[in-house]
């Protein structure tokens, strides 16, 4: 069997994923609050106190700097990590959300979540087919 040929790709940390995450730390903090004032004072303070908590958590999010993006590549048998600083990590690299244009993949160790986009990557077709190719045996 052939290794998928040599392919690099830039996580991209900022745009619509970026926006999705503010959403969804900002969704769960007003969820968490409404339970939490829902238990302890009752049903109207938990409706305020959610909005309160969503708007802080909103801000709190878009204004928190964004991750350096890094750059994920396979050399024909190992997956590099290169963060903007530091050294090179080796790992696996495994597809988690696949919607063509747009991936989620998941780097170990580390469990670090990155996400790739079809701009940027100049071979977007040769990422795709190393991250879902069965990995040859050593």
């Known amino acids: 069997m052939r290794a998928a040929p040599p392919v690099q790709a830039w996580s991209c940390s900022t745009g619509p994923w970026r926006a999705f995450q503010s959403v969804l730390h900002a969704l769960a903090a007003a ?4 339970w939490t004032a829902g238990h302890l004072w009752g049903n109207p303070a938990a409706a305020a106190s959610a909005v309160a908590a969503l708007l802080l958590t909103a801000v709190i999010a878009r204004r ?3 991750a350096q993006p890094c750059r994920l590549g396979w050399d024909g048998g190992t997956w590099l990590l290169q963060p903007a600083r530091g050294e090179a990590i080796a790992g696996q690299a495994r597809v ?5 244009a747009w991936m989620l993949v998941r780097f170990a160790p580390g469990a670090r979540w990155l ?8 071979d977007w077709q040769a990422l795709r087919v190393a991250l879902h190719a069965v990995r040859p045996e050593a």
Do not use: H, T, Y
């Open 31 to 34: 969820v968490a609050a409404a």
């Open 64 to 66: 928190w700097p964004a």
């Open 96 to 100: 988690m959300i696949d919607l063509g």
């Open 115 to 122: 996400p790739l986009a079809r701009g940027d990557s100049a």
